[in-house]
C-alpha cells in the first residue's frame, strides 16, 4: 500500500514538474514574441509601410471601420489607397500569449497618434490593439491578423 501511495505521490510531482517546464518554455516564448512586437513598432517608425509589409503573412487580416480584408495583396492596395503611414504610429506592447506548440500567439498593447481632422487640426488619438502571430519551425513571426480600437474622447477639463 505504501508503494502504491509513493507511485501516485511521484507521478503527480512529475506532472506538476512537467507542466511547470512546459510553463516556462511557454513564457520564454511569449517574451520573444513581446520582443519582436516591440522590434516591429521601431521599425514601423523608422521604414512606415515597408516595415508593416514585411511582417504581413499572405492571408492576413486587417479590419477598418467596418470591413474585413483578407489577404496580402488586398491589404496592400487598402493600405496603398488610404496612404497610410504608419510612420507616426507609436504603440507599447504590454503583453503576449503563445501557444503550447510555439507556432501561433497574439501580443496586445496600446497605441496614439496624431492626425488632421477635417478643419486641419491636429488632434490626439489613441486606443488599444491585439496582434495575432504565426510561425513556421525556425521562421520569423508573422501577423496573420490585426485589430484596434480607439478611445473614447477625454472630456475637457473645466
Given at each position: ?47 512606415g ?19 474585413i ?25 504590454v ?8 507556432d ?55
Amino acid at each position: 500500500m505504501k508503494k502504491s501511495w509513493f507511485l501516485v505521490a511521484a507521478g503527480m510531482a512529475a506532472s506538476l514538474l512537467a507542466g511547470w517546464v512546459i510553463r516556462g518554455a511557454e513564457i520564454d516564448k511569449a517574451k520573444d514574441l513581446l520582443a519582436a512586437d516591440k522590434v516591429f513598432a521601431q521599425a514601423s517608425g523608422e521604414k512606415g509601410l515597408e516595415a508593416w509589409l514585411v511582417v504581413m503573412a499572405p492571408n492576413v487580416r486587417v479590419f477598418p471601420g467596418d470591413a474585413i480584408v483578407e489577404g496580402f495583396d488586398k491589404v496592400k492596395a487598402l493600405y496603398e489607397r488610404d496612404k497610410f503611414d504608419p510612420k507616426p504610429l507609436q504603440w507599447v506592447p504590454v503583453g503576449a500569449e503563445v501557444s503550447a506548440s510555439g507556432d501561433m500567439g497574439y501580443t496586445y498593447g496600446t497605441w496614439a497618434r496624431k492626425v488632421k481632422n477635417a478643419k486641419g487640426e491636429t488632434i490626439s488619438l489613441a486606443g488599444k490593439y491585439v496582434t495575432v502571430w504565426t510561425r513556421a519551425k525556425g521562421g520569423p513571426w508573422q501577423m496573420e491578423a490585426d485589430i484596434g480600437s480607439v478611445d473614447p474622447p477625454k472630456p475637457p477639463k473645466s
